[in-house]
């Protein structure tokens, strides 16, 4: 069964508001990977966490991998219509890579 | 810059068929990945190989083969392709051997399968 799940599936927002996606597991992971998917494209690696408690930012993004290792997330501040997409965690476990089920941000102009 | 290709971008099959899937990245990576995109699914890896003629079942390996020949080309292959195989198959690449890091994806194939 899915080994990594994210909510929500759905977000709209305005554009402006913040945004956040969260990702958890049902089992310790190695690292965690976000990724973003443009409608129509192919995903692309954004960033990667390894430590328990990391946090790191990339402008407007904000990722965060939990104490336990078993959940994340990423937050958007003050969003724009740029960031329109789908974006997935995907976490390593033992032997086993799983990615999300995604989160589908719209931003309403 | 990594490029990551696929043969195909629309593929439209018929039950039973033998299908063939390419992928080709161009920056000597030793990992190469086989997902299918479904919706509500997320990506869930059918095959993942880290280095020629090596390779390593994912979550969802039924009714897939893989071939690795040469090192920048990593092959899915669907023996007997059947309706539920229907989806968009996206190959991957990573440089470290037997890793999971970053991972770059070609554009993908749709696979309809009549």
């Known amino acids: 069964g899915q080994q990594v799940m994210q909510i929500p599936q759905y977000q709209h927002v305005q554009e402006g508001e913040d945004f956040t996606t969260y990702c958890n597991s049902s089992t310790t992971l190695s690292n965690i990977q976000w990724y973003k998917q443009r409608p129509g494209g192919h995903p692309v690696f954004l960033i990667q966490l390894v430590k328990s408690g990391e946090v790191k930012k990339q402008k407007r993004l904000t990722f965060q991998f939990g104490e336990a290792k078993k959940n994340s997330s990423l937050h958007i501040t003050a969003t724009q219509t740029t960031d329109v997409g789908t974006y997935f965690c995907a976490g390593h476990t033992g032997n086993q890579f799983y990615f999300g089920t995604g989160t589908s941000l719209t931003v309403i102009p | 810059d990594v490029k990551v290709t696929q043969s195909s971008r629309y593929l439209v099959k018929r039950t039973g068929e033998k299908v063939f899937l390419e992928c080709v990245q161009d920056?000597?990576?030793?990992?190469m990945f086989w997902y299918r995109q479904d919706p509500g699914l997320g990506l869930r890896l059918i095959y993942f190989?880290?280095?020629?003629?090596?390779?390593e079942k994912g979550d969802i390996p039924e009714g897939y083969s893989v071939s690795r020949e040469k090192k920048e080309r990593f092959s899915l292959i669907l023996e007997s392709a059947s309706t539920n195989q229907t989806s968009m198959y996206l190959c991957a690449s990573s440089p470290d051997r037997g890793s999971y890091n970053e991972q770059f994806f070609g554009p993908g194939t749709r696979l309809t399968v009549l």
């Open positions: 920056m000597d990576h030793e990992n």
């Open positions: 190989s880290y280095d020629v003629k090596m390779k």
